[in-house]
Every structure is written in structure tokens, then in C-alpha cells.
């Protein structure tokens, strides 16, 4: 069965940095182009990146470009969204998913606060 299982969230100050972590299983990674979402508290869900199959193509939301960065092990079946320069704002579950939006993992949650 398909599973999608989030790591690596946790409380950040802000101007920190931290890389969260999807194990993907049960389905061909290679073949799907992945996602990160996330939900602020109170909020809808938004996209925050996504990654081609095979990393060589990413977009960003405008609110995270230039500090996230999505990245993709084929060999390992993860995704990793490093994520440096952290604000308040950017407090929420993170989620990934894969195309087609059919399957979520569980989210981690990122808080950043002082």
C-alpha cells in the first residue's frame, strides 16, 4: 500500500533552518512528481514546492523562494524540503504527497517562534 511518512519538523527560532524528511513506499517514486504542502493553523492548505521525477525541475511559492529548497533521492525513495531562513509565518503542518494529490502522509509540524 502506499504510504507517505513525514519527519524532521519541530520548534525553530526564527532566521533557523530545518530539512524535513518524506519516506515514500508502496508505488514507483521515480515516477511521480512529489509535492510539499503545508497548513498554517486556522488556514487552508497551500503549496509550498514540487519536484519533477527527476529533481531537475522544482517551483517554489513566492512566500518561501529563495530560502526552501525540495530535493528528491530516487535511489533512497525520500524527499527532503530544506528549509533555512525560517519566520513565524512559516508555522504549520507540512504534508507531502504525490501527483494526483491521493495519497497524504501524516504532516510534521514546524513551529518558529522565539
Known amino acids: 500500500q502506499v504510504q507517505l511518512v513525514e519527519s524532521g519538523g519541530g520548534l525553530v527560532q526564527p532566521g533557523g533552518s530545518l530539512r524535513l524528511s518524506c519516506a515514500a513506499s508502496?508505488?514507483?517514486?521515480?515516477?511521480?512528481?512529489m509535492y510539499w504542502y503545508r497548513q498554517p493553523p486556522g488556514k487552508e492548505r497551500e503549496l509550498v514546492a514540487s519536484?519533477?521525477?527527476?529533481?531537475?525541475?522544482?517551483n517554489y511559492a513566492d512566500s518561501v523562494k529563495g530560502r526552501f529548497t525540495i530535493s528528491r533521492d530516487n535511489a533512497k525513495n525520500t524527499v527532503h524540503l530544506q528549509m533555512n531562513s525560517l519566520k513565524p509565518e512559516d508555522t504549520a503542518v507540512y504534508y507531502c504527497?504525490?501527483?494526483?494529490?491521493?495519497?497524504w502522509g501524516q504532516g510534521t509540524q514546524v513551529s518558529v517562534s522565539s
Open positions: 508502496g508505488f514507483t517514486f521515480s515516477s511521480y512528481v
Open positions: 504527497t504525490r501527483f494526483g494529490g491521493d495519497y
Open positions: 519536484i519533477s521525477t527527476t529533481g531537475g525541475t522544482t
